[in-house]
């Protein structure tokens, strides 16, 4: 081998790896065994966003998890023989852990532990920006984290110095980790007190012009549609939580300003504290006049995903907004076809196709929110236009609301 050779070697040797992980999930009684594989590929897709591939998936049938390790004794032994095999660097499990189970698994497995919550808070943490979003998200992590401190802790050491080291700190460490986090804890809660205060002023000075926000769930295409009406360059890409921050633009369509803001997008199970910690965030949702609720028609389970976000809005004390529902990605999937189509078609055909119906699929959420919904593809910008239209006709009623006499006479039309 020549010296160049070898030199190329060694710096090939020395190169990053790719961290590796293993999926785990309790099989409820009343889960079918289609939505199990949703969850896990989204779980899949969570671990992807923090930057691991994942390697295997486990899954075990109980009524509830065991109190001690979540999953039974045999299982256990089964996850702790594939690590060791194939020399796995972390197990992530779809539900939350208790801090016991969470310290019990670590000890039997010897290698990192992730739980639902806690992938996501790390997924947040790496993808905020602005000083607001970095403080929500290391605020609710050390609140999560603190009753989760064990000798085999590696994620601190992670926020530390990015380091991947394993092993963590030693029991004589811990309790002093407890007293940085319980002082980082502090002046975290001191400091978002100050960009709310800062937020709360700036909020203030928007009254009198409508506020639009955009939500739904993770990966839907809300930063796209935001680009389109904004003509702007917000991050948009196919990964979850892509947007963390909330970002405010300004739009005039024919004379009627408004300001639209992107909102961090939902998910199954989102952390109930996380949501807490995005108190300031999420008034963009809860003092806006209209809400725009973009939906992935593509994905299979885009009901099941409508029925997450408005849980959630309603929990945030903002289900009753007004809402415009928008079927986002209608250029991957297929439509009903004609009669005339139809009639060529097999039975089988017609079953396993799994058409869309948009008439009737119109007609069932125009009567849940009186507004009609659009049918469009950001993307690509089909139907632009009748979104544009049925957001600007939507803006016009709230302007209406707070300025009744505001160019009433005026005829509106869509800016090209």
Same mark, same amino acid.
């Given at each position: 081998m020549s010296k160049h050779s070898r030199k190329l070697q060694k710096l090939y040797e020395t190169a990053p790896k790719e961290e590796t992980a293993i999926l785990v999930s309790v099989v409820r009684q009343y889960q079918t065994e289609q939505q199990t594989e949703e969850y896990l590929d989204e779980l899949a897709f969570l671990t992807e966003t923090l930057g691991a591939k994942t390697v295997y998936r486990f899954t075990q049938k109980m009524e509830k998890p065991d109190i001690k390790t979540f999953v039974g004794t045999g299982k256990l032994e089964e996850i702790a023989a594939y690590i060791k095999h194939f020399e796995v660097d972390m197990v992530i499990f @779809? @539900?939350?852990?208790? %801090?016991?189970? !969470?310290?019990?698994? $670590?000890? $039997?497995?010897?290698?990192? +532990?992730? @739980?639902?919550?806690?992938l996501i808070l790390d997924i947040f943490l790496k993808r905020a920006q602005t000083a607001q979003a970095k403080t929500q998200v290391e605020l609710a992590r050390f609140q999560y984290l603190l009753p989760r401190l064990t000798n085999m802790w590696t994620h601190l050491e992670r926020q530390r110095g990015g380091t991947t080291t394993r092993g963590g700190a030693g029991e004589k460490e811990i309790e002093t980790d407890k007293r940085d986090i319980r002082g980082r804890i502090t002046l975290l809660k001191e400091k978002l007190r100050e960009i709310e205060k800062q937020g709360e002023t700036q909020r203030k000075g928007r009254k009198g012009i409508v506020r639009v926000a955009v939500v739904g769930y993770t990966n839907v295409g809300k930063s796209t549609l935001m680009n389109l009406?904004?003509?702007?360059? +917000?991050?948009?890409?196919? #990964?979850?939580?892509?947007?963390?921050?909330?970002?405010?633009?300004?739009?005039?369509? $024919?004379?009627? =300003?408004?300001?639209?803001?992107?909102?961090?997008?939902?998910?199954?199970?989102? %952390? &109930?504290? *996380?949501?807490?910690?995005?108190?300031? &965030?999420l008034d963009e949702i809860r003092e806006a006049d209209l809400l725009v609720h973009v939906v992935d028609i593509s994905h299979p389970h885009f009901e099941e995903h409508i029925a997450v976000v408005?849980?959630? *809005?309603?929990e945030i004390k903002a289900g009753d907004k007004p809402t415009l529902l928008v079927?986002? #990605?209608?250029?991957?999937?297929? &439509? !009903? %076809?004609s009669e005339e189509e139809s009639m060529k078609m097999t039975e089988l055909e017609l079953e396993e196709a799994n058409f869309l119906d948009f008439d009737a699929l119109a007609e069932a959420y125009q009567k849940k929110t009186g507004i =009609? =919904?659009?049918? !469009?593809a950001a993307a690509s910008g089909q139907n632009v236009e009748e979104f544009r239209q049925t957001l600007i006709a939507e803006v016009k009623k709230q302007h209406r609301k707070i300025y009744p006499h505001y160019l009433e006479d005026e005829t509106f039309s869509i800016e090209e």
């Open positions: @779809d @539900d939350d852990l208790s %801090p016991s189970q !969470m310290r019990n698994l $670590e000890n $039997e497995l010897k290698v990192t +532990i992730y @739980d639902r919550s806690l009406i904004t003509k702007t360059n +917000i991050l948009a890409e196919n #990964k979850l939580f892509a947007t963390v921050d909330s970002t405010v633009r300004k739009v005039v369509l $024919e004379n009627v =300003p408004f300001l639209l803001s992107d909102t961090v997008g939902f998910i199954r199970k989102l %952390p &109930t504290h *996380l949501i807490a910690a995005f108190k300031s &965030t408005t849980q959630t *809005l309603n079927f986002n #990605k209608i250029d991957l999937v297929e &439509t !009903m %076809p =009609p =919904p659009v049918f !469009m």
